[in-house]
T-cell receptor
Framework: DSGVTQTPKHLITATGQRVTLRCSPRSGDLSVYWYQQSLDQGLQFLIHYYNGEERAKGNILERFSAQQFPDLHSELNLSSLELGDSALYFC??????????????FGQGTRLTVV | SQQGEEDPQALSIQEGENATMNCSYKTSINNLQWYRQNSGRGLVHLILIRSNEREKHSGRLRVTLDTSKKSSSLLITASRAADTASYFCATLQGGKLIFGQGTELSVKP
């Protein structure tokens, strides 16, 4: 058990809909990363939050947004869903005590299926 | 763009053999990490090697880092069927923890 909790585990929704994925990081970790993993695109970095603030952005679509709350949990919002958004979505957390030690702990992912 | 690129993309070996995977990256790093992913599950951190280290061991894992060539290798010795998984290298650049495309390792009993 990594200590990172993602909900829900599975989500099936229709095109055009909006969903929210939730991530609770390990206790004490200030950083949360979000990733999208599909068969043809590999593990794509979406966004990184550190202590409530956006730290870095990757190839995240404008239809997607994220935030990190004061209690450090994070949510990834996906709207106007398309079939191609079907993928595994992972979050990971890290404590970033120093720049030399940045190992990340992953949740088990949310499998999103858009039909 | 991806920071780390793994080679080979797929590797199939017999139990007991050694498996070597390589990773190349593009810019300077503070450290390089290796992760393992069983099919459809979350990634698990295996080992981190700092930029001032050349080699690191953890159990049956041996990682090397050559910063002059911007490359790293992961060696799994005496492989077991349970080592079957995908292996990824990752580097942190500007707040982005970027993963390579991974090497899919299959260990046949």
């Amino acid at each position: 058990d990594s200590g990172v909790t993602q909900t829900p585990k599975h989500l099936i929704t229709a095109t055009g809909q909006r969903v929210t994925l939730r991530c609770s990081p390990r206790s004490g970790d200030l950083s949360v990363y979000w990733y999208q993993q599909s068969l043809d695109q590999g593990l794509q970095f979406l966004i990184h939050y550190y202590n409530g603030e956006e730290r870095a952005k990757g190839n995240i679509l404008e239809r997607f947004s994220a935030q990190q709350f004061p209690d450090l949990h994070s949510e990834l919002n996906l709207s106007s869903l398309e079939l191609g958004d079907s993928a595994l979505y992972f979050c990971a957390s890290s404590n970033h005590k120093d720049r030399m030690n940045t190992e990340a702990f992953f949740g088990q992912g949310t499998r999103l299926t858009v039909v | 763009s991806q920071q780390g690129e793994e080679d080979p993309q797929a590797l199939s070996i017999q139990e007991g053999e050694n498996a070597t995977m390589n990773c190349s990256y593009k810019t300077s790093i503070n450290n390089l990490q290796w992760y393992r992913q069983n099919s459809g599950r979350g990634l698990v951190h295996l080992i981190l090697i700092r930029s001032n280290e050349r080699e690191k061991h953890s159990g049956r894992l041996r990682v090397t880092l050559d910063t002059s060539k911007k490359s790293s290798s992961l060696l799994i010795t005496a492989s077991r069927a349970a080592d079957t998984a995908s292996y990824f290298c990752a580097t942190l650049q500007g707040g982005k923890l970027i993963f390579g495309q991974g090497t899919e390792l299959s260990v046949k009993p």
